[in-house]
């Protein structure tokens, strides 16, 4: 551990404190063929199989044939079609999916996604590297909180589909959680079943974030940004759902502020501003800023006066109504005798 894995002594002792059962395995015949099939067949950086190891000491206990073949080969490389950055980000971000059982856990979990809810695997591949901790949830669970999404909150299939795959993390969420935050929004807005429906949609992670941390600040702030126009605000909001995504300090405040510096501008243009990068937010700006400044005021010599429109109208009703269509009358053909 301290020659081959890079530990320090304290780091070696904190793992044999972690794992006891290490003390019982071999090290020809068990550690050594098990880091290198992670290390060279697996291409995991070393330094990154100990910071794995680390999390997850029985790593190197599992036997090759029963465990860590069939889980990283038959299921994650042949059946997902996961590369070697598939791997490694998932070992890394949550080392523990290798102590479940795959015939009896993550294979059913895996094909009720991809039978019964009909994503592709490659899509599952993407619900599984965002979310690792899915296979800590029983299938039991994951249904419920489909059914859940379904038929209490009202989302259509499609809909549930497309909240599952940008937000697979509410699937750990329990119902009384992702229920608070959809009565939240609901009442903040005032929204009816469509428009929320239609909200959450557009922008599923709004259900795995925090309703006093995250959601109700960003509320508050809009508001005032918008001056109080609650139904501006919920215009916006309908128009560009994912504008409660993004940051309250690094985007949504700094993005806002350049806009109301402009008294020209509404502040409903955070929902164009909000997207861009840095670099092409100035631009957008700046442009919008030109175009307003060469935009032509009214001329008041063009301004009429409402008593002479009104008496063109009444001259115009007396006229004889303008010819529509017309056709020259055509002289009769002569006909030769002869």
């Given at each position: ?13 904190a ?7 290490l003390?019982?395995?071999s ?10 099939f ?9 330094d990154?199989?100990?910071?794995i190891?680390t ?7 599992y036997?090759?044939d029963?465990n860590?073949?069939?889980?990283l ?9 996961m590369?070697?950055d ?8 949550f ?10 856990h ?7 996604f991809i ?6 695997p490659s899509?599952f ?8 901790k899915?296979?800590?949830n029983s299938?039991?669970k994951i ?5 859940f999404?379904?038929?209490e909150i ?8 497309r ?10 969420l329990?119902d ?8 939240f ?9 469509e428009?929320?429906?239609?909200v ?6 709004l ?20 001056d109080?126009n ?15 995504g993004?940051?309250l ?20 243009c955070?929902t164009?501003?909000?997207t861009?990068?840095s670099?092409?937010?100035e ?10 400044m060469?935009?032509?005021?009214p001329d ?12 063109s109208l009444?001259?115009s009703?007396?006229r004889?109504?303008p010819i ?12 030769n005798?002869?």
């Open positions: 551990f301290t020659n081959i894995m890079g530990y320090t002594v304290p780091e070696t002792r793992l044999f404190l972690k794992e006891p059962n003390w019982r395995a090290v020809k015949t068990g550690l050594i063929p098990r880091m290198r992670l290390v060279r067949d697996m291409e995991i950086p070393r990154v199989l100990a910071t190891v999390k997850n000491p029985r790593m190197l206990l036997s090759m029963y860590l073949v069939p889980k080969i038959f299921y994650c490389i042949m059946t997902l079609d590369n070697p598939h791997i490694r980000k998932l070992l890394t971000s080392p523990q999916f290798m102590d479940y059982n795959l015939d009896r993550t294979l059913p979990i895996s094909r009720y039978k019964d809810l009909e994503f592709s899509e591949r993407c619900i599984l590297l965002a979310y690792p899915l296979v800590s299938l039991s249904k419920h909180m489909v059914v999404l379904r038929y009202g989302l259509t299939g499609t809909q549930v589909k909240v599952l795959y940008q937000a697979p993390q509410v699937l750990g329990r009384a959680n992702v229920r608070d935050k959809v009565q929004l609901e009442k903040a807005f005032d929204f009816d079943a428009e929320l429906q239609s959450l949609s557009g922008m599923p992670r259900l795995v974030l925090n309703v006093q941390r995250n959601l109700k600040p960003k509320i508050l702030y809009l508001r005032q940004a918008f109080g609650q139904e501006s605000l919920r215009s916006a909001i309908l128009r560009l759902p994912p504008l409660l993004y940051s300090e690094q985007r949504i405040t700094p993005r806002m502020k350049s806009i109301l510096q402009e008294p020209s501008l509404e502040p409903s955070i164009v501003g909000i861009l990068k670099d092409k937010f631009s957008w700006l700046m442009k919008r800023k030109q175009k307003l060469k935009k032509p005021k008041k010599a063009s301004e009429f006066d409402e008593s002479i429109i009104r008496n009444v001259d009703e007396n004889p109504g529509v269509h017309w056709t020259r009358p055509r002289r009769p053909r002569r006909v005798p002869f």
